[in-house]
């Protein structure tokens, strides 16, 4: 017998009318904050092939942690599930493993990217990284360490690569960027970018899909509350990140900005 707080998708995966009223009022409140991620200025030069060298270079570096850690977060979040426990926890369960390794497939593409780049791909590895590139990665650890299951899910794998997969798309959708590598290494420049830029890419929807059956139909304000403060959380330090990088260079003699070992 079907429990009636249980929520069963019944139209398009990628359509928010097919998710619970409170779902939809979610997605569309968090939108506000993606859309300051998606629509970056740093996204917009780097799509009209004007996004200084050293900016550019900057970006990639900075971003290796989280790109580095995601398939540590689904791990994180892989060891909150037991079979059987309802079918959230058993979409949730295939959803991870299935893409656990996607993400390392990822990671190798990254590096290539940077390459491509000019970026010193040892200094990417091991070099210190400035406090605004790391909020975004130890948010991520936190959260996946210390929520539940469908608020660690809702804070990775909807907020960040539902944003992430938009603004790809964004710099994709012209050929001027693509444009600045050697034909000779562009299709290894360009996969990482390609492959999240795939109009079709159901990765967050599935992500939202298990979100809302681990929660059901009418979760408690407070559930809500926290789903919704961890999506935006994400893309706050998303843009925090982005920021950080448009930003002058200090003047000759300013006082050097801390990093973290």
């Known amino acids: 017998m079907k429990d009636q707080h249980q929520f069963v998708r019944t139209g398009p995966l990628m359509e928010v009318a097919s998710y619970p009223e409170w779902t939809q009022e979610m997605v569309h409140y968090c939108d506000r904050f993606k859309s300051e991620v998606v629509e970056h200025d740093l996204f917009t030069q780097m799509k009209e092939a004007r996004l200084e060298h050293s900016i550019h270079k900057a970006f990639l570096s900075g971003g290796w942690p989280v790109i580095d850690q995601f398939p540590q977060y689904m791990a994180m979040n892989l060891l909150k599930i037991r079979y059987g426990q309802g079918e959230g926890h058993d979409m949730a369960r295939r959803y991870l493993i299935r893409n656990i390794r996607v993400e390392q497939n990822h990671a190798d593409h990254w590096v290539n990217w940077a390459t491509e780049s000019g970026v010193d791909i040892q200094a990417m590895l091991h070099n210190q990284h400035a406090l605004e590139t790391l909020s975004l990665s130890q948010w991520c650890w936190q959260v996946c360490d210390r929520e539940s299951l469908a608020v660690a899910m809702a804070a990775t794998n909807y907020a960040i690569e539902g944003a992430t997969g938009e603004w790809s798309a964004r710099v994709c959708s012209e050929d001027r960027y693509a444009n600045l590598f050697d034909e000779e290494g ?3 420049a360009m996969k990482w970018l390609k492959l999240h830029a795939k109009y079709d890419d159901a990765h967050p929807w599935e992500a939202l899909e298990i979100i809302v059956t681990l929660v059901g139909l ?5 559930t809500i509350i926290k789903l919704r403060n961890a999506i935006c959380k994400s893309h706050q330090f998303m843009r925090l ?4 990088y448009m930003r002058p260079l200090p003047q000759l003699g300013a006082r050097p900005q801390l990093a973290l070992v």
């Open 241 to 244: 990140l982005l920021d950080h």
């Open 186 to 188: 562009r299709a290894k």
């Open 218 to 222: 009418q979760p408690s304000q407070e």
